[in-house]
């Protein structure tokens, strides 16, 4: 099993949740979060004061899923989530040990 978790932008979410929605996965967590990378944030102006917006609205998925679908889950939010324009975002994969539904106490891909 795998973990993607990818940070993307907000008013991009709809498009990447019914993308995966489309390649067979099932459940899906977004946190709302801030942060910046190489765009380092911006400035803005307010009441004739500029000042600098260090860490910009982002939102965060995460979805656990078999190994077999986490490379059309990839090119789903990819393809989903792309403007080709600097704050995209990124997506990371990392192992899952374990999954236990707390319901029915499965495990493992029967939990998902």
């Known amino acids: 099993m795998k973990k993607i978790e ?12 019914e993308a995966i929605q489309e390649v067979g996965v099932q459940g899906l967590s977004v946190i ?13 102006l ?5 000042y600098v917006v260090d860490f910009l609205p982002k939102v965060k998925l995460e979805v656990v899923l078999d190994d077999d679908q986490v490379d059309a889950a990839i090119a789903a ?8 324009k600097i704050g995209d975002g990124k997506i990371f994969v990392s192992t899952v040990e374990q999954a ?8 493992g891909s029967d939990a998902l």
């Open 77 to 84: 939010i990819i393809d989903a989530a792309k403007t080709d």
């Open 32 to 44: 709302e979060v801030k942060g910046f990378g190489r765009q380092k944030g911006h400035t803005e």
């Open 46 to 50: 307010y009441r004739g004061a500029e």
């Open 100 to 107: 236990i539904r707390i319901r029915t106490g499965e495990s």
């Open 6 to 17: 990818a940070i993307i932008k907000p008013f991009k979410l709809d498009e990447v949740k």
